[in-house]
């Protein structure tokens, strides 16, 4: 059997989480920030730590056959490769941002302005859709200073808390595209079999991430009307309390609409609710 290859960012906003994501997946591996490559000695896989900007072309050339990397960046590199499955960190935007002393109005005052940028493909498009003509500068890094050094008269970068341009006195003026780590994998790699397990895992972790394990009790009577409001799974577990007239009754609950229904669940007569984090929900 071939060793899988996964490539995730070395350093920045996604490598933590990335890290985070595969050991949640029970995948044994050691996280020195000086190796490139770091073997997994429970799975037939290894982890290479790239830029991330370099990561959708490795992936599309099969240096690698999958990868975790924000979607601004796939757009940006125009590869062909497959998207797995998002995966709901890494959230921040592509964004115009202009100097606090700028008083534009619209977006056509960006008309004849240079706009440093390392992301020139998205930001062409934006603008030519926009019918906007400024001048673009790509540039590799550090966007953020280019308005201070006279550089360029706007800059169009990632942004996450905001934090970055709120120190070089830059403020977000349009938003470009919104973005968020996702899980990509190369066409017609060899490995399908190890790719399909290794989506499962993942998958199985953010179900998991996603949902409540509560166990409640109730008295019997109330059992239908605390049942209904209580998918779970496939359906709640029903377990009789030493107290007569009462039961236990254990199931999963969505994150999204969590405190709704431990109020309504609370109307319905339910008692001494205990809620616990789930590790994996594997269907
Ligand atoms: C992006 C961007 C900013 C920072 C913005 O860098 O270039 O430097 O994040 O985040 P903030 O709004 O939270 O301050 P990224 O992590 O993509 O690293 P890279 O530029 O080295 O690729
Ligand atoms: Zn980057």
Redesign the pocket.
């Known amino acids: 059997m071939k060793t899988l290859k996964i490539a995730i960012?070395k350093?920045?906003?996604?490598n933590e989480k990335s890290v985070e994501l595969l050991k949640n997946c029970g995948l044994n591996f050691e996280n020195y920030k000086s190796s490139l490559i770091s073997p997994v000695s429970n799975f037939p896989l290894e982890i290479l730590f790239l830029?991330?900007?370099d990561i959708p072309e490795y992936v599309q050339d099969g240096i690698a056959d999958m990868g975790i990397v924000?979607e601004n960046v796939i757009q940006e590199t125009e590869v062909q490769v497959s998207y797995l499955q998002k995966l709901g960190f890494g959230r921040?935007s592509l964004k115009i941002a202009i100097p606090n002393t700028e008083h534009y109005t619209s977006l056509s005052d960006l008309n004849g302005k240079s706009i440093a940028t390392?992301y020139p493909v998205k930001l062409g498009k934006f603008l030519r859709s926009h019918g906007i003509e400024s001048e673009i500068r790509t540039i590799s890094?550090s966007?953020?200073i280019s308005p201070g050094l006279g550089l360029a008269d706007a800059i169009c970068?990632?942004?996450?808390?905001?934090?970055?341009?709120?120190s070089n006195g830059l403020r977000p003026y349009a938003d470009v595209m919104s973005s968020e780590a996702v899980l990509i994998g190369r066409k017609g790699s060899e490995n399908e079999e190890l790719i399909k397990e290794l989506i499962q895992r993942v998958q199985s972790v953010l179900r998991a991430k996603e949902t409540k394990y509560v166990v409640l009790n109730a008295p019997k009577d109330n059992l239908e009307a605390i049942t209904n409001l209580l998918p779970g799974v496939k359906s709640p577990s029903v377990v009789p309390l030493a107290e007569e007239g009462w039961v236990a009754v254990h199931t999963v609950i969505p994150e999204r609409d969590f405190w709704d229904r431990i109020s309504q669940l609370k109307q319905a007569g339910a008692q001494g609710i205990v809620v616990m984090p789930i590790e994996k929900i594997i269907l």
């Open positions: 960012q350093s920045g906003r996604l830029r991330d900007d924000g921040c390392t890094g966007v953020e970068d990632l942004v996450s808390t905001g934090g970055t341009l709120k």
